[in-house]
């Protein structure tokens, strides 16, 4: 539990700055989201290591690591981790683009 604290703080500290990301998805959806994918993660994590192959991913029912594989494996190791998840993660809610304004009438 102390991991999801610290991304749920990390995704706080998105949540203070300007980010339409955080504001249309809401910061609690966003947590919620990442503790459904740790849970997935360390059921796919078969052997217990802490980390995921494609394949372990592929297995384990985890579709967003396993389009995003190649963009979360910076490294280029062949494996993930929960933290490389994380990284990606904050660093695409960083980079998304303003949505655009809609009027209301």
Sequence with gaps: MPRMMLVALAFAVY???PSPVIAQAGLSGVATSVMRLDRNFD????NHDGLLSKDEAKAGGIPFIVKNFDAIDTQHRGLVSKDDVHDFIKKSLAHKPPA?????K
Aim: hydrophobic share 50%.
């Design 15 to 17: 949540a203070v700055s």
């Design 43 to 46: 059921i796919a994590d078969r």
């Design 100 to 104: 655009p304004a809609s009027s209301v």
